[in-house]
């Protein structure tokens, strides 16, 4: 209870263009035969000559706008340069001192509290290859290089020290995931390692203003790996200082199967990496023109999209918050909310609540997303109304939605095909009513005598002859009036 912890947090996002950084090797990696989408500059053979992505350029000016941070008028890029296994050419080309975006913010709101977390800079680089490691059947161990992944643009997002605990760092990349989503820069899916995260760590008395040695944590592959790093390594640097221990500053990896994090070299300071512009990409100028259109045509972004759930359908902060955390989900509301002019009042809610129950169940199950259900906004639109004036009942909704879902066919005629319709009319409904009543004469004397839960016991009669067509509140209110009918005939 006596010690602060100070975490910030390194995120690394590969962006989606069609081509690589500084080639036009195919981004389309993943699938492909080890070292097959290469070329001699992602291999960094002598005597070749690297060219720069436009696409990758424009993704990170949008992402620091949407990052409320300056964009800077002039960028370049430079050699960092260090010798590990997985950088062929033994430096990376990045960013140093003139990033592309810089000292932006990010709102985090957590129930009636609001955190800003400052962002210190968005740069650009390229990614490296990839070590696999292996052991052969001796248990001699071994690694790997596919280089497939060598030269794909990256994008990093660097905050300051803002965050105080585990959950405020899981807060902060959910949204920034989001953002990156809805801009469409980045697929951010953090098990692929199109998202990854780095973070770095200390601890200091509370009260005390200076930073403690940081610990950088690495290889976390989910936001669960990356709660459950953080919790450890506040536990272990609390016990070390405790103990009068001193803390190092290190770079340590989070061993997943064991949840510990351990040491993996000394950490670097950027006089290591040996900074130089590199000599063959010239300083890229970066027009306000440009960066005032691409601020323009920025689409609707997630905190904008909740304020306006809330807002102009009247949603709850709770709903809007779900509907507007998945961009899939919000984009189907949009394109259903948008094929009517006049949206009739209760349709917000009434869809809201169909999208985050059942549709979402439908897909959770089917494995599929929501881009590729058949239901089409018209269909959605005439189910509601159907529901809406009592053509449908709660129990028969489920029952055509679900058919609609894997059909893809209208509602009207499922309920047409299969005798779906509610039925409303008084007269179809007086029968079975009356049938009701005189096949139960134990429930209705119990009503007539106060027992206010017989009444649901008849009404279930009513629906179970029905086959659960008949409007329940017509047949309430028919049950009521005979019944008071009964009681005034038996004088009671």
Known sequence: MNYETVIGLEVHAQLLTNSKMFCACSTKYKDATPNSVVCPICLGMPGTLPSINQKAIEHVVRT????????????????????????????????????????GY???????????????RVHLEEDVAKLLHRSDKGGNAYSLLDINRAGMPLMEIVSDPDMRTPEEARLYLTKLQLILRYLGVSSANMEEGSFRCDA???IRLKGIKTL????????????????????????RQINHHSKGIRIVQETRGWLEDKEITVSQRSKEEASDYRYFPDPDLVPIVISRKWVETLKAELPELPQARKQKYVG?????????TLLSSSLSLSDLFESIIGSIQIVPTFLPKALCNWMLGELSRLVNSEGCSFQDIPIKPEQFIEFLHMIEDGTLSSNLAKTLFEEMFHSGESPRLIAEKKGMAQINDERLMTRVVEEALNNNPGPVEDYLNGKESALKYLIGQVM??????????????????????????DGQ
Do not use: H, W
């Open 200 to 202: 770095n760590i200390s």
């Open 312 to 320: 102009s359908f009247g949603l709850s902060e709770y709903d809007s």
């Open 464 to 489: 179970k002859a029905s086959r659960g067509k008949a409007n329940p509140k017509i047949v309430t209110t028919m049950l009521k009036g005979k019944l008071e009918d009964r009681g005034i005939s």
């Open 212 to 235: 403690g040695n940081k610990v950088e944590v690495k290889n976390m592959n989910s936001f669960r790996s990356v709660y459950k790093a953080l919790e450890y390594e506040i536990e």
């Open 64 to 103: 620091g706008i949407s990052l409320n941070c300056t964009i800077s008028d002039e960028t370049k890029f430079d050699r960092k340069n260090y010798p590990y296994p997985d950088l062929m050419k033994g430096y990376q080309i990045s960013q140093f001192d003139q990033p592309i975006a810089s000292s």
């Open 106 to 120: 990010l709102e985090l709101e957590d129930e009636d509290d609001i955190r800003i977390i400052r962002i210190t």
